[in-house]
């Protein structure tokens, strides 16, 4: 099955789009950086505590939940291809870069431990899955195994992990999205809702990805808003909701009452968020496909992905110290270095392709030659 031109457009800026934003989620840095659906914000409000909450645990949270349903339409229009062959396949543009890419943040870690200064930095970042912040010398090879195959410390990693396993799952998933799409629905929103995680499979991953099947299936021109939607009335919703939710999570308790309010709340803010975005942007989808900067940029949407963490984190903790005499210091690391750890990603990216393409082709899955 062909795809359309314009959608196949949509799902590269979108692609490129979810990874520039997922850097600045990643470049969160107040004093409690570890962003769920509930997390509140244990410290005065301010414009940059606002700001930064908005955008990281609300504007932005469309990202993964639309990569997940444009993976699942792709794969779902490759079925005249032998399904062993397409697993075969998504071992290299999946599995193999996702060791490769946790073996190198390991390297990173490891050099940057290497040094006082900068030592401290990995040490402040607690990025460390197993909460186990010691030198890499410390931890042993047992450790060492553990963090290169189970819980990288490049977390952002995950996501490609759950991707080969619900490729894997495809054909159970193709089945209960066409024989018995209203019982599996919505128990894929129950997943979702309720946050279903283990370590190859996750709710929200599950829901996008069988809505990504499903679209496929319908051979429908997924560019056309339904009539049963209207984004006069939806785009507004996701705006307020992201902005209340907010503001409450400055006031709330960490109790179980506000954790399901919040909890609610980001959901409605990643649904309205995905349709208004998907739906809304067109212009300037159009727009940015017609520069040629802009599509040479976003070709290397995967290795800023792979790449941003943990140099984002690291890095975060060597400047923040030199910088709080300047004033909003917090909201300028957050706007601008996100902005530098892209463009060191995409250079980076660049240079691999030009001196090693064949490196660079096994580094990024064969994406972006």
Same mark, same amino acid.
């Given at each position: 099955?062909?795809?359309?031109?314009?959608?196949?457009?949509?799902?590269?800026?979108?692609?490129?789009?979810?990874?520039?934003?997922?850097?600045?989620?990643?470049?969160?840095?107040?004093?409690?950086?570890?962003?769920?659906?509930?997390?509140?914000?244990?410290?005065?409000?301010?414009?940059?505590?606002?700001?930064?909450?908005?955008?990281?645990?609300?504007?932005?949270?469309?990202?993964?939940?639309?990569?997940?349903?444009?993976?699942?339409?792709?794969?779902?229009?490759?079925?005249?291809?032998?399904?062993?062959?397409?697993?075969?396949?998504?071992?290299?543009?999946?599995?193999?870069?996702?060791?490769?890419?946790?073996?190198?943040?390991?390297?990173?870690?490891?050099?940057?431990?290497?040094?006082?200064?900068?030592?401290?930095?990995?040490?402040?970042?607690?990025?460390?899955?197993?909460?186990?912040?010691?030198?890499?010398?410390?931890?042993?090879?047992?450790?060492?195994?553990?963090?290169?195959?189970?819980?990288?410390?490049?977390?952002?990693? =995950? *996501? #490609?992990?759950?991707?080969? &396993?619900?490729?894997?799952? +495809?054909? %159970?998933?193709?089945?209960?999205?066409?024989?018995?799409?209203?019982?599996?629905?919505?128990?894929?929103?129950?997943?979702?809702?309720?946050?279903?995680?283990?370590?190859?499979?996750?709710?929200?991953?599950m829901l996008f990805f069988s809505l990504g099947i499903w679209l496929a299936k319908r051979n429908k021109d997924i560019t056309v808003v339904p009539r049963w939607l209207n984004l006069k009335w939806i785009a507004?919703?996701?705006?307020?909701?992201?902005?209340?939710?907010?503001?409450?999570?400055?006031?709330?308790?960490?109790?179980?009452?506000?954790?399901?309010?919040?909890?609610?709340?980001?959901?409605?803010?990643?649904?309205?968020?995905?349709?208004?975005?998907?739906?809304?942007?067109?212009?300037?989808?159009?727009?940015?496909?017609?520069?040629? =900067? *802009? #599509?040479?940029?976003?070709? &290397?949407?995967?290795?800023? +992905?792979? %790449?941003?963490?943990?140099?984002?984190?690291?890095?975060?903790?060597?400047?923040?110290?030199?910088?709080?005499?300047?004033?909003?210091?917090?909201?300028?690391?957050?706007?601008?270095?996100?902005?530098?750890?892209?463009?060191?990603?995409?250079?980076?990216?660049?240079?691999?392709?030009?001196?090693?393409?064949?490196?660079?082709?096994?580094?990024?899955?064969?994406?972006?030659?």
């Amino acid at each position: 099955m062909t795809i359309q031109p314009f959608i196949s457009q949509k799902f590269k800026f979108y692609s490129f789009l979810s990874m520039f934003l997922l850097v600045y989620v990643h470049g969160y840095n107040l004093n409690n950086s570890y962003l769920q659906p509930f997390t509140i914000v244990e410290e005065p409000l301010t414009f940059t505590t606002f700001f930064e909450y908005l955008t990281a645990n609300g504007l932005f949270r469309f990202r993964i939940p639309m990569l997940f349903a444009i993976s699942g339409y792709l794969f779902a229009l490759g079925d005249e291809q032998p399904y062993l062959q397409r697993i075969g396949k998504r071992t290299s543009t999946l599995l193999l870069p996702y060791f490769i890419w946790s073996a190198i943040a390991l390297l990173i870690t490891f050099l940057w431990q290497q040094f006082p200064v900068t030592a401290k930095a990995v040490f402040n970042a607690q990025i460390d899955q197993f909460g186990d912040n010691r030198p890499y010398t410390q931890i042993g090879w047992k450790g060492i195994l553990e963090r290169w195959t189970l819980v990288p410390v490049a977390f952002q990693l =995950w *996501f #490609v992990r759950v991707l080969f &396993f619900y490729n894997l799952l +495809y054909p %159970l998933l193709k089945l209960a999205v066409i024989k018995i799409p209203k019982i599996w629905f919505p128990i894929s929103i129950i997943l979702w809702l309720g946050m279903f995680g283990l370590h190859f499979i996750e709710g929200e991953g599950m829901l996008f990805f069988s809505l990504g099947i499903w679209l496929a299936k319908r051979n429908k021109d997924i560019t056309v808003v339904p009539r049963w939607l209207n984004l006069k009335w939806i785009a507004p919703v996701f705006i307020v909701v992201c902005i209340l939710k907010t503001v409450l999570a400055f006031y709330a308790l960490p109790n179980m009452f506000y954790g399901i309010t919040l909890l609610l709340l980001h959901k409605i803010t990643v649904f309205t968020g995905f349709i208004t975005v998907w739906f809304g942007c067109d212009g300037l989808v159009r727009y940015c496909m017609q520069k040629k =900067w *802009f #599509v040479w940029t976003s070709a &290397f949407s995967f290795i800023i +992905y792979a %790449l941003h963490v943990p140099l984002i984190n690291y890095t975060h903790q060597l400047i923040l110290p030199y910088i709080k005499t300047v004033a909003l210091y917090r909201l300028a690391d957050y706007l601008l270095l996100p902005v530098l750890i892209t463009g060191i990603s995409i250079a980076t990216g660049a240079l691999l392709r030009a001196a090693m393409p064949k490196v660079y082709s096994v580094l990024t899955g064969g994406r972006g030659l």
